[in-house]
């Protein structure tokens, strides 16, 4: 049974700090990338690791403000967002693929998103 399951969204102010989590079970050599959607807009991609290894890749938009990383276990993955800004306001998902991909059709198993909000 493969579950993905989110959590730790939530209001901050410009220029403040959320940390994102993420528990994955049910699956394993996969890759775990979080993508985001703000109202009207397509869904884009924030960042991606592959739990075996330590590689992360980020997208630009977000690069040098947000650090993903694994806890010990290596079955919960956090999503660290810092000096965050209203352009940051979306629904975050967690995304579960068996190769690294910065596209949404690549990952198979989905959470429910997570609301992020930042005011200004």
């Known amino acids: 049974q493969v579950q993905v399951e989110e959590s730790g969204g939530g209001l901050a102010q410009a220029g403040g700090s959320l940390r994102l989590s993420c528990v994955a079970s049910?699956?394993?050599?996969?890759?775990l990338a979080w993508f985001r959607q703000a109202p009207g807009k397509e869904r884009e991609f924030v960042a991606t690791?592959?739990?075996?290894?330590?590689?992360?890749s980020y997208a630009d938009s977000v690069k040098g403000r947000f650090t993903a990383s694994s806890a010990e276990a290596k079955n919960t993955v956090y999503l660290h967002m810092n000096s965050l800004q209203p352009e940051d306001t979306a629904v975050y998902f967690c995304?579960?693929?068996?190769?690294?991909?910065?596209?949404?059709?690549?990952?198979?198993?989905w959470g429910q998103g997570t609301q992020v909000t930042v005011s200004s």
């Open positions: 995304a579960v693929g068996y190769g690294l991909t910065n596209q949404a059709t690549g990952y198979k198993y």
């Open positions: 049910g699956v394993s050599n996969y890759a």
């Open positions: 690791t592959f739990w075996r290894t330590n590689y992360t």
